[in-house]
C-alpha cells in the first residue's frame, strides 16, 4: 500500500473523515435480478439488516461508509441512477436496498468489474482518509468480495470480513469463499457482532 499522501490532503474537500479504518459496502445497491438469484433473494432482507446494524455502529465509532458498486455496465452512470434503477416497484432487491440506503456523509465509488479497485478511484480514497484496515460487507462472497479481498490483501490492507454480513450465490460457494479469505488473505470473518469496533480503531492508530 502507497504511502499516505503528503499533498492535498483534504482531496479537494471530498474525504474529510480520517481513520485507519474504513466500511466498505460493496454491491448492496442490487436489483439481484441475475439468473440464479433465488439463495440470494431470501437472504437479501437478513443481509439488508445485518449490514445496516454494522454500518451505524461503525459510524458510532468514527468509521466511515464506502460504497463500493457496480454501474450496471454503463460508465456515464451516476450513483442516484444505480439506486433509482434498484428501487423500482417489484424490483427482487428492493427491500435489502432501502435497508443500506447512502447517507450524505457516504463515499460513493462506482465499479466496472468484479473487483473495487479496478478502474476506480477506491485506492486513492482510502489513502487520503488514511486507511489500514477494512471492513468489507456485501455480496457476492465468491464473485466481488472474494476479487476485491485479493486486491486488498496485495495492497496491505488487514481484512474484516463479517461472515453475517455478506452472501454468495449458494450457501456453498459462500463457505469456500469465506474459507479461502481466511486461509489465503489472512481475514478475520468472525460474524459482527463479535467485531469490537473501538478497539480495531485504537488497535489501528497504535499500530500506524
Not at 38 to 54: C, D, M, T, W
Not at 193 to 198: H, I, M, P, T, V
Amino acid at each position: 500500500m502507497a504511502a499516505n499522501p503528503t499533498q492535498n490532503q483534504d482531496l479537494h474537500g471530498n474525504a474529510p473523515d480520517r481513520c485507519r479504518v474504513a466500511l466498505l459496502i460493496v454491491d448492496m445497491i442490487n436489483a439481484l435480478d441475475f439468473p440464479g438469484n433465488e439463495e440470494l433473494v431470501r437472504e437479501s432482507s437478513r443481509l439488508g439488516q445485518n449490514v445496516a446494524a454494522l454500518k451505524r455502529r461503525c459510524r458510532e465509532a468514527g468509521i466511515p461508509a464506502i460504497y463500493v458498486n457496480d454501474n450496471h455496465g454503463k460508465w456515464r452512470s451516476d450513483f442516484s441512477a444505480v439506486i433509482r434503477h434498484c428501487d423500482r416497484e417489484g424490483v427482487p432487491g428492493r427491500e435489502m436496498v432501502r435497508q443500506v440506503l447512502p447517507a450524505a456523509e457516504d463515499y460513493l465509488v462506482l465499479k466496472p468489474k468484479h473487483s473495487g479497485f479496478y478502474a476506480t478511484p477506491l485506492d486513492t480514497l482510502l489513502q487520503y482518509i488514511q486507511v489500514e484496515r477494512l471492513i468489507m460487507t456485501g455480496i457476492s462472497s465468491n464473485s466481488c468480495i472474494l476479487l476485491t479481498a485479493s486486491d486488498a490483501f496485495v495492497r496491505d490492507y488487514k481484512l474484516f470480513i463479517p461472515s453475517d454480513c455478506v452472501a454468495g450465490q449458494n450457501a456453498e460457494q459462500h463457505r469456500k469463499s469465506l474459507e479461502l479469505m481466511r486461509c489465503n488473505f489472512a481475514t478475520n470473518t468472525d460474524e459482527s457482532a463479535k467485531l469490537d469496533l473501538g478497539k480495531l480503531v485504537s488497535d489501528a492508530r497504535n499500530a500506524a
